[in-house]
């Protein structure tokens, strides 16, 4: 008997114990999950966040220098036909006038201009072209005479192409709207508009060669030195396109271009507001990103009333 009860409590004793084992597996697998739940680093995070607010603030800045650069050019009026002439003239003069500045003298010990005098300055390579009949020309000269004219006929085209879509800006129009000019205008602009360039760039040249000299572009089909020099007018329209808009208007006035973007720095603000608020929610707590994008709208709510309300007066 001793020995049957004996073994009674081995067999319990062996069940309480494999009972009693799904229990700490239970804790083992909660303090697994404990540990491996995603804890938030709050001085990384903030670190983190300030240095996307810098990036975001350099992006914002570029956004308003080249959206103002872009005003400029919408707001020349008559202006705009000397910044992209289209006048056929100037293709085909030998010469311009370019007013030059005199040499500077020393008045009490400051440099004083002397003044402005006109000058002349060769058209090149537009100076290149030769009128009357071709076929009387030497091969060096129907080839210069060539090369202008295709140069010309890409610049002129271009040059029409985008002053005709910037006087779709025109001041005191729905489009003429700043906010839009810089949101929306500009970028657009130089990102579709410098393709667009590329390819009218290409295309005006050859046909533009084609017009000048047919039997020059045919022989240079087939040198490759025609290829060579319309695929080349189609970078420089492209690159010339984002030159043009982003940095002549600084070039020619930047104070004029300085006071645009002064004048629209609300639109840049809410623009940089945005950025923080999309940086706070990939960096931040969600809490904390919660209360800003929440603080955001708030302002961006009585922006627009004001605006709306100053208008009604």
């Known amino acids: 008997m001793s020995g049957l009860f ?5 067999t319990s004793n062996t069940k309480v114990v494999e009972e009693s084992e799904p229990t700490s597996d239970v804790t083992s ?3 697994v999950a404990e540990e491996s739940e995603p804890t938030w680093d709050d001085s990384t995070s903030w670190v983190k966040f300030v240095k996307s607010l810098f990036i975001y603030f350099l992006l914002t800045m570029l956004f308003g220098i080249f959206g103002s650069s872009f005003i400029y050019l919408t707001t020349r009026g008559s202006d705009l036909d000397l910044i992209l ?12 006038e370019i007013l030059k500045s005199g040499p500077f003298t020393d008045v009490n010990c400051k440099e004083e201009p002397s003044g402005m005098f006109a000058g002349l300055e060769d058209n090149f390579p537009y100076n290149l072209i030769k009128m009357g ?6 091969i060096v000269e129907r080839l ?8 010309a006929g890409s610049f002129k085209t271009n040059r ?7 006087d779709n800006f025109q001041p005191n129009t729905p489009l003429g709207n700043h906010v839009f000019q810089i949101y929306f205008a500009a970028p657009f602009t130089l990102i ?5 360039a590329f390819i009218t760039g290409g295309w005006s040249a050859f046909g533009s060669g084609v017009s000048a000299d047919m039997k020059v572009t045919v022989w240079g089909g087939f040198l490759l030195y025609a290829w060579g020099l319309f695929f080349a007018l189609a970078f420089i329209m492209s690159l010339r396109l984002v030159a043009t808009i982003c940095f002549l208007p600084m070039s020619q006035n930047w104070k004029e271009v300085s006071n645009i973007m002064s004048c629209n720095v609300k639109p840049l603000v809410i623009l ?8 706070a929610y990939d960096t931040l707590d969600p809490t904390i990103a919660g209360v800003m994008g929440i603080v955001y709208f708030i302002l961006i709510a009585i922006t627009i009333i004001k605006y709306l309300s100053s208008q009604m007066k």
């Open 6 to 10: 004996g073994q009674d409590n081995d």
């Open 144 to 151: 210069c005479n060539w090369f202008a004219r295709t140069v």
């Open 272 to 279: 940089f507001g945005f950025f923080a608020c999309g940086s």
């Open 133 to 138: 009949d071709i076929k009387q020309l030497s």
């Open 85 to 96: 002439p289209t006048d056929e003239q100037f293709y085909t003069a030998p010469q311009f």
């Open 192 to 196: 579709v508009g410098g393709i667009v």
């Open 29 to 31: 697998n909660t303090e």
């Open 160 to 166: 029409g192409l985008l002053k005709g879509w910037l």
